[in-house]
C-alpha cells in the first residue's frame, strides 16, 4: 500500500474549510500548520484572477526529512505515511531544514518538529484524513497509488498530462500531487512576496526555542 | 530576489501564505561551526609543529589540547543549546539513525573528545611525548571527518541548494586551517621562533585565498547552477540584507589577513601576523554567519 493525495487545484476554492478541519483534528498550535492554503493573484487589473494552492507535507518516497533526523522521530509507516514520533523528537531542526516544501515546523507548545501525516491515526481507524472530509468540493483525493481501482490512480490516469508535482527536481519523489496547477501555484519562485500585500498582517506568533 | 522569467508576464503576487518558518538555526549553529573549526585546526597545526619543528613545541603538546578541549566543548555546548529539546540528547546515542549526519557527527565528536582527553593524559599525568604523537596520528584523522561532517549535514538540507557538499567539505577545511594556524600565532606564537611562525602564516594565507575563491566562485557562477541559488545570493548582491556583512566578512577573514601577512613578512612583524590572526578569527564567524543565514530567508512554498 502506498497512501497518497491529490488535490484538484480546478475545484479548490480557496475556503480554508481543510485548514480549519486539520487544525482542530489535530489540535495545531496557534501561528502554525501542518496545512495551509496559499493564494496567489495573478494578472494586472482588470485582467486578475486569484489561485488557491493547499500546501502540505508530500509524503516524499526519498524524504530528506527522514534521512536527516538524528533518532529516526521521523520514519515511513508501511502505507508509506511519512510519520513523525514527538517523544522522540530532540528538536534539532534538521528536518525543517532539509524540507524542500517548507512543509516542517517546530510546535511552539511540544518544542518538537511536527507536520502533517495525512491524519495516520484516522487511517489507521479506516478514516479519512480530516481535510478530505471537510473538504465541500472533494478537491482533495486521497488513497492507496498502488491500488489502480482507487479513486486516486483513477484521478491520475484520466488527467495524466496535467499531474504534476512540487519541485520535482529535488529527486524527493513525492506522493502528493495537483492537477490544473501551473508555475505560479508550484513554484515559490514564480511569484513576489510584497510587504503590504498579504490579506493576514497581523499574524500572532509563539515563541519557539526562546532563542529566535 | 532573482527574477523569474514568468513573473514579468503573470505579476504574481503571493496575497495569503503563512511563511514558514524563518530562521531555524540561529546564530547559535554559527558559533557551534566557528568553535568546531577551531577545535580542530589547532590539532592539525600541532601536528604539523610537532612534524616540522620538533624542538619547538615542548608545553604546546598539553596547551593546544586544552584549547582544542575547550573549544570542542564550545562547540557541543551550543549544539546542545540550540535542541529545542536538550535534555532528550541521549536519544542520539540510544536511537541512531545512522542515514544523519547529525548522527555521525555526534558519536565522532564524542569520540573526538575522548581522544583529546587521552592525549591531555598522556601529556599531563604521563609526561609521555611518544605516546602522545602516536595518538596525535589518530586524533589528526578523526578530526578531519569531525570537520567535515557539517559539510555533509548542510548538503543535507536539501532544501538550502545553496550548501552543496563538495563546496562546503572545502570550505570547512579552510576554516580549520585559517582558524587552527590564526589560534596558534595569536596564543602562541610568542613561544614559537619566526620560521614556525611564518610557516603557520603561509598556511592561514593559503586557506584565506582558497577560502575567498570558493566564495567569489558561488559568488560569480553560482546563480548560473540553479534558480534557487541565484535566489539566495541576490540576499548578499546590490541592497540584499546581508550584503554588507558578506563583504564585511569577506574583507575581515581572508583579504586583510593576507595583506597583513605579506606586510609581517616584509616588515618581520610579529604584531602585524597577530593583527591577521585576530582578523581572520572574527572575519570567519562573520563568514559563516551570513553563509548559514541567506538560505534560510528563502520562502519554501
Redesign the interface.
Known sequence: MQLGFLVDLHLCMGCKGCEIACKVENEVPLS??RL?????????FPETK?TFTP?RCNHCENA?CE??????ALHYLDNGIVNIDKE???????C???????????DPQT??ADKCTYCAHRVASSMMPACVVACPVQANIFGDLDDPKSNISKYIMKNQGGVQVRKPE?G?NPHHFYVGGG??NL????????DG????NK?TTLP??G?? | MATHEILAATNAVVTLDVALPGIVWPWLVTVNMWAKSIGTGVIFMLFLLIKKYPNQVGNLRFQVTVVSIVFIHIFLLFTLADLHQPFRMWHIFFYPHFTSAITVGAWMATAFVGLLFLLAFFSFVKKNDLAFDKTLAWVVALAIPVTLYTAGLMSQCTARELWQMPTESAQMIFAALLSGSAFMILVFGNKLDWEANKSLSRILALSAFMSFILYMSEYVFGPMKAEEVAAVLEYIKGDGEYTVMFWIGQWMAYLLPMLLIVLSRVNKSEAILKLAAILALAGLWIVKHVWLMIPQLLPMS
Open positions: 502554525t500548520w495551509r492554503v496559499k493564494y496567489v493573484d495573478v494578472g494586472t486569484r500546501l530528506p534521512r536527516i533526523c538524528p533518532v529516526s522522540r523528537c530532540i528538536g534539532c531542526a534538521g525543517v531544514m532539509a524540507c524542500p516544501y517548507g512543509a516542517i515546523y517546530i518544542q518538537t529535488k524527493t508555475n505560479v513554484n515559490p519562485l514564480a511569484s513576489h512576496r510584497i500585500h498579504s490579506l493576514f499574524i519557539v526555542g532563542h529566535h
